[in-house]
Nanobody, 114 residues
Framework: QVQFVESGGGLVQPGGSLKLSCVGS????????MGWYRQAPGKQHELVAS???????NFGGSVKDRFTISRDNAKNTLYLQMNDLKPEDTGVYYC????????WGPGTQVTVSS
């Protein structure tokens, strides 16, 4: 069973940047389309960005041109570079499979506030 552990979140002012990381343990990480999700208080998980095993990417409209998703299959690691952060980007960020997400990891809190 694959498990995910996210890191890199924090408190940042509007316009700032953060880079999130997610390490997946177990088998299958490198062969699946992966996604970054965020969950705002009281809301469901929202897909922010996804990346195929070969590196093709897709982004939600609200983060396009500000976020970059990448992966290192050799290290079972997924990244999310977030630039020009806005207060509405606040939430807990998780990585998981793009389709049929499995058990959620602990997530990493991102707070954008002045």
């Amino acid at each position: 069973q694959v498990q995910f552990v996210e890191s890199g979140g924090g408190l940042v002012q509007p316009g700032g940047s953060l880079k999130l990381s997610c390490v997946g343990s177990g088998t299958g990480f490198s062969t699946y389309l992966m996604g970054w999700y965020r969950q705002a208080p009281g809301k469901q998980h929202e897909l922010v960005a996804s990346i195929s095993p070969g590196g093709n990417t897709n982004f939600g409209g609200s983060v396009k041109d500000r976020f970059t998703i990448s992966r290192d299959n050799a290290k079972n690691t997924l990244y999310l570079q977030m630039n020009d952060l806005k207060p509405e980007d606040t939430g807990v960020y998780y990585c998981n499979f793009r389709y049929n997400p499995t058990t959620w990891g602990p997530g990493t809190q991102v707070t954008v506030s002045s």
